[in-house]
């Protein structure tokens, strides 16, 4: 029908499927002819076949997939009429809470690809789309990886970028193996920015944005955004440490924090992997914070006094309209 995305892997195409008294909608990716090597052609065949292995509710289903007369791939996946979770926040003016249940959304769907041992690797806010009632979906598994399969696709080249920067794990720039975790490192950028307006790490260059992702300490983010608590800002710590094996173990666990993080604003130890379990002695003891009332989830989203950029996007609006949980 018309191109609704384009990008340096392919074209994404809105397309309708007609059949014996149906007509059904689909986003069909394809590679251009010019571009289809060995790799696009490999890759497309991944997507469809990981993919197929995921249900979820939140994951955008595979629907069809093959190759063009050319010999360029194609893969139909289900039409998600929406807009990406930064716009949809952003146009509906959602509060911090209602951000962060949109955000819960993800994390259940990104849980439920690690149960099916599936590495998303490219985890950002335009991968990510928002029905009209609130409803997420993940996209783009172009790149994905089963875990334990450690064949190698480069994320920074001579040719440019094969991941977005912003969103990348050290490990993951550093060309190391990858796992879950640094799904989660990308994970916790967005929730960075979902709540702030801003990325934790910025630069002129890509290459530059990348080495701050190895090197440089993430900002606080209720030094941009004082009503976040301080219980949801130790989950985004805890999620952007630099070493896999001081993050959460599993997209699960992070759920889990994250929900008693909304639930107990000023007394929540996210470094204790198991929250419920009854403390034994005086070191298993919640790390202190300074109470806050669950009213303050409720304050507006910080904007912060910076001009939009490349690598900054648009302050956010702020009230409260109904979203689903």
Same mark, same amino acid.
């Not at 595979?62 to 807009?83: L, N």
């Given at each position: 029908?018309?191109?609704?995305?384009?990008?340096?892997?392919?074209?994404?195409?809105?397309?309708?499927?007609?059949?014996?008294?149906?007509?059904?909608?689909?986003?069909?990716?394809?590679?251009?002819?010019?571009?289809?090597?060995?790799?696009?052609?490999?890759?497309?065949?991944?997507?469809?076949?990981?993919?197929?292995?995921?249900?979820?509710?939140?994951?955008?289903?595979?629907?069809?997939?093959?190759?063009?007369?050319?010999?360029?791939?194609?893969?139909?996946?289900?039409?998600?009429?929406?807009?990406?979770?930064?716009?949809?926040?952003?146009?509906?003016?959602?509060?911090?809470?209602?951000?962060?249940?949109?955000?819960?959304?993800?994390?259940?769907?990104?849980?439920?690809?690690?149960?099916?041992?599936?590495?998303?690797?490219?985890?950002?806010?335009?991968?990510?789309?928002?029905?009209?009632?609130?409803?997420?979906?993940?996209?783009?598994?172009?790149?994905?990886?089963?875990?334990?399969?450690?064949?190698?696709?480069?994320?920074?080249?001579?040719?440019?970028?094969?991941?977005?920067?912003?969103?990348?794990?050290?490990?993951?720039?550093?060309?190391?193996?990858?796992?879950?975790?640094?799904?989660?490192?990308?994970?916790?950028?967005?929730?960075?920015?979902?709540?702030?307006?801003?990325?934790?790490?910025?630069?002129?260059? =890509?290459?530059?944005?990348?080495?701050?992702? $190895?090197? *440089?300490?993430? +900002? !606080?983010? @209720?030094?941009?955004?004082?009503?976040?608590?301080?219980?949801?800002?130790?989950?985004?710590?805890?999620?952007?440490?630099?070493?896999?094996?001081?993050?959460?173990?599993?997209?699960?666990?992070?759920?889990?924090?994250?929900?008693?993080?909304?639930?107990?604003?000023?007394?929540?130890?996210?470094?204790?992997?198991?929250?419920?379990?009854?403390?034994?002695?005086?070191?298993?003891?919640?790390?202190?914070?300074?109470?806050?009332?669950?009213?303050?989830?409720?304050?507006?989203?910080?904007?912060?006094?910076?001009? =939009?950029?490349?690598?900054?996007?648009?302050? $956010?609006? *702020?009230?409260? +309209? !109904?979203? @689903?949980?």
């Amino acid at each position: 029908v018309r191109r609704i995305g384009s990008g340096g892997m392919g074209q994404v195409w809105l397309a309708e499927r007609e059949g014996d008294g149906f007509r059904q909608q689909a986003a069909v990716k394809t590679v251009p002819g010019h571009l289809a090597d060995p790799e696009a052609v490999r890759r497309a065949g991944r997507e469809r076949r990981l993919l197929a292995r995921l249900e979820h509710p939140n994951i955008a289903r595979v629907i069809d997939g093959g190759s063009a007369p050319d010999g360029s791939p194609w893969v139909a996946m289900e039409y998600i009429q929406g807009e990406d979770i930064e716009t949809w926040c952003r146009n509906r003016a959602v509060d911090l809470r209602g951000r962060v249940r949109l955000f819960l959304q993800v994390l259940a769907a990104v849980a439920a690809a690690h149960r099916a041992l599936v590495v998303h690797r490219d985890l950002k806010p335009s991968n990510v789309l928002l029905d009209e009632t609130g409803g997420a979906f993940i996209t783009d598994f172009g790149i994905a990886r089963v875990i334990g399969d450690q064949s190698h696709t480069p994320t920074i080249t001579t040719q440019g970028v094969v991941v977005t920067p912003i969103y990348m794990s050290p490990e993951q720039a550093q060309g190391q193996p990858m796992d879950g975790r640094s799904d989660l490192y990308a994970l916790g950028v967005m929730l960075f920015e979902l709540l702030t307006g801003r990325r934790p790490f910025m630069s002129d260059t =890509p290459y530059s944005i990348a080495v701050m992702q $190895v090197t *440089a300490p993430p +900002p !606080s983010a @209720r030094a941009i955004n004082p009503n976040i608590t301080p219980a949801v800002e130790q989950v985004i710590f805890k999620t952007l440490k630099k070493r896999p094996d001081e993050r959460y173990p599993t997209a699960a666990e992070m759920v889990e924090s994250l929900r008693i993080a909304i639930e107990n604003p000023g007394g929540f130890n996210p470094n204790d992997t198991q929250p419920h379990r009854k403390p034994v002695s005086a070191a298993t003891q919640p790390v202190p914070v300074t109470p806050i009332q669950p009213q303050q989830m409720l304050q507006p989203v910080y904007t912060p006094p910076r001009a =939009p950029s490349d690598f900054m996007p648009a302050p $956010v609006s *702020a009230s409260m +309209p !109904s979203v @689903r949980p």
